[in-house]
């Protein structure tokens, strides 16, 4: 059965620009939740959601949102691009989110320039 | 604050050897811990779980240990292969309530197996 997909796989944005990240859950998997991961810091939740409902949300300012669709496809958006963004976004679904669920999607690699 | 830590970056060890990866977690909410191994380029992979119920959990090569009193956990590979070679996670969540619906992660260590 085919994985979790990521789109696009690279990304390279302006400093100020802003971004849409896709992901496409296994089929039947309701949950769909995001990470950043930087090489310093590991990897960071950023938000959850099920069947459209944001359930959780990490510690990351307001220019981070996602949103989930209706065929429990999940984007991620990042406004007003920092250097700092530059990081490796991995999506992960689940059946209903719980942590035993999760299988990891290979991520997208944003550079922010 | 760190609630999760993997407190070695990086460990070296012979092929055929035991590899022994540690954690430490903070928050007592924490009740299942997990292990993710993950390549350059790619996603993590789930490797093996344990429950705060118990002690102790093996899946072939791997063996996770769990001392709660202690907020610790382990992982034993043996014998350790190249292919081994990845950076492994340590993950904690609260399957009972508290942060559920969410992992958190340590900043994971570098194992290298040699040849």
């Known amino acids: 059965k085919a994985g979790v997909t990521q789109t696009p796989r690279y990304l390279i944005k302006t400093r100020g620009q802003q971004v849409t990240l896709s992901c496409s859950p296994i089929?039947?998997?309701?949950?769909v939740s995001w990470y950043q991961q930087t090489p310093g810091q590991g990897l960071q939740f950023l938000f959850e959601?099920?069947?459209?409902?944001?359930?959780n949300k990490g510690n990351f300012p307001g220019r981070f949102s996602g949103r989930q669709f209706s065929n429990s496809r999940s984007e991620m958006n990042v406004s007003t691009l920092e250097l700092g963004d530059s990081a490796l976004y991995l999506c992960?679904?689940?059946?209903?989110?719980?942590?035993?669920?999760?299988?990891f999607g290979s991520g997208t690699r944003l550079t922010v320039v | 604050d760190q609630q999760v830590k993997q407190n070695s970056p990086s460990l070296s060890v012979q092929e055929g050897r035991i590899s022994i990866l540690n954690c430490d977690y903070t928050n007592s909410m924490f009740d299942y811990f997990l292990w993710y191994k993950k390549y350059p380029a790619e996603g993590p992979t789930f490797l093996i779980s344990i429950s705060s119920i118990k002690d102790k959990n093996e899946d072939g090569r791997f063996t996770v240990f769990l001392n709660k009193s202690a907020k610790h956990l382990s992982l034993h590979i043996v014998p350790s292969q190249p292919g081994d070679s990845a950076v492994y996670f340590c993950?904690?969540?609260?399957?009972?309530?508290?942060?559920?619906?969410?992992?958190?992660f340590g900043k994971g260590t570098l194992l290298t197996v040699n040849p």
């Open positions: 993950a904690a969540s609260a399957l009972s309530g508290g942060s559920n619906y969410k992992l958190t």
């Open positions: 959601y099920f069947s459209e409902t944001q359930r």
């Open positions: 089929s039947g998997h309701r949950s």
């Open positions: 992960a679904s689940s059946p209903d989110g719980q942590s035993y669920g999760y299988t």
